[in-house]
């Protein structure tokens, strides 16, 4: 997983890939570390799909103007429309398998 920065351009990250994968979190927040950490394991078999960690302490323009109130929050874009954006409690396994799935049509 790509720790996002100040020097990252979102919208160009979102329309250069097919499928893009972005956690917001924040430094005290432990769901959002294990979801980092589980994001990228996952990663090691879909090396093809880019994932951003955007800390919300950094980046709290960017959040705001997408509209993100809380962490963690994961959105899937998918040719560059948002495709699912699940915040607080929510199934991980489901998401990635629904980005694996995509992931295999698109192929």
């Known amino acids: 997983m790509i720790d996002f920065t100040k020097n990252d351009d979102l919208n160009k990250i979102i329309s250069d890939n097919d499928i893009a994968i972005i956690q917001y979190g924040t430094a005290t927040c432990m769901p959002c570390h294990s979801i980092k950490n589980r994001i990228t394991a996952w990663q090691e078999d879909h090396k093809d799909i880019p994932a951003y960690y955007v800390s919300l302490e950094e980046n709290m323009e960017?959040?705001?103007q997408r509209g993100i109130l809380s962490a963690?929050?994961?959105e899937v874009y998918?040719?560059?429309r948002l495709s699912i954006q699940k915040s607080g409690y929510f199934s991980l396994d489901e998401i990635l398998e629904?980005?694996?799935t995509v992931s295999e049509q698109m192929k």
Do not use: L
């Open 62 to 64: 960017i959040a705001a």
């Open 72 to 74: 963690p929050t994961v």
């Open 78 to 80: 998918i040719e560059g």
């Open 98 to 100: 629904k980005v694996s």
